[in-house]
């Protein structure tokens, strides 16, 4: 994968311009990205309301499920992904950023035993996680993203820094506090920035520390292995639900954490305190 005038090339990458766009930056931007949640059904439907005229919005990439990755706006004209938007003393972040729209449902609402999403799709537990968004102080339902979504998103980073000298990458959620929740507390946005840019979300507090928190496993059992894989070996039964572990690090979706021994579980199933 590589830019090639302002366009992402290669494997798993496509081209659908749509029509929602401003003008070319100015010099020497952009400077940041902005990280969003489609909360739609799926990618497609999301593609097509972000080339409708009539919804007014876009983004310059949008990542499915699967990885696939959809450009919708070169990176050097403004998409309308922000909104109303400020922050460390900017506003109107379309001027100074590139979107990344992630496909996924977003908040969802427990009913039995699914959990739905807002346009009326259940979700089973294996696709969610509990967890307490930034900006609120109660846990809520999240749907999770893929392990191949993941992987893209900090590959496209990793290669827009390196072409735009970007030097922020925020969530919708920061930039329109209390009017945006996403991409919500299932992306690891902290962790992602903090490894291609090494800095917390507080742009003039310390570098974040290493990763070592409380978590409590969500799945009714859990294995334990000795690598972030789902084949490597179990190393201990299967963890219990309500099992509180310190988590120690976390690989491509899996967090090594110890407990009365230490090994690998899939993050997804664990809830960080």
């Known amino acids: ?7 992402l090339t290669g494997d798993s990458i496509r081209l659908v311009e749509s029509p929602n766009r401003g003008g070319k930056f100015k010099a020497r931007l952009p400077d940041a990205i902005i990280i969003h949640y489609t909360a739609g059904a ?27 990755i ?22 109107g972040y379309n001027n100074y950023s590139i979107g990344i729209e992630i496909d996924n449902a977003g908040l969802l609402t427990k009913t039995g035993e699914s959990y739905q999403s807002w346009f009326g799709r259940n979700y089973s537990a294996d696709q969610v996680i509990t967890a307490v968004h930034r900006n609120e102080k109660n846990a809520h339902y999240w749907h999770v993203y893929s392990e191949a979504q993941i992987a893209a998103v900090e590959d496209i980073c990793s290669l827009l820094i390196d072409k735009y000298g970007i030097k922020q ?14 991409p919500g507390p299932a992306f690891p946005l902290d962790k992602l920035r903090d490894r ?13 520390e290493p990763l070592l928190e409380k978590g409590t496993v969500v799945a009714d059992t859990l294995n334990i292995r000795i690598g972030p894989s789902s084949t490597a070996a179990v190393v201990a039964l299967p963890l219990k639900k309500d099992t509180s572990v ?7 979706g899996w967090y090594e ?8 579980v899939s993050a997804k199933y664990v809830s960080p305190l």
């Open 70 to 91: 959809t450009q919708l706006v070169p990176f050097d004209t403004a998409a309308w992904h922000a909104g109303k938007s400020s922050y460390g003393g900017r506003e």
């Open 1 to 7: 994968m590589q830019i090639q005038n302002h366009l």
């Open 196 to 208: 291609l840019l090494n800095q917390s979300r507080n742009e003039d507090g310390p570098a974040e």
């Open 257 to 264: 954490v110890a407990v009365e021994v230490k090994g690998w």
């Open 42 to 68: 799926d990618a497609a439907s999301s593609i097509r309301s972000l080339c409708n005229p009539q919804s007014k919005a876009s983004a310059h990439l949008l990542v499915a499920r699967d990885g696939q």
């Open 169 to 182: 990458i925020l969530g919708h959620e920061e930039i329109s506090p209390g009017r945006k929740v996403d």
């Open 246 to 252: 310190t988590i120690l690090q976390e690989k491509d």
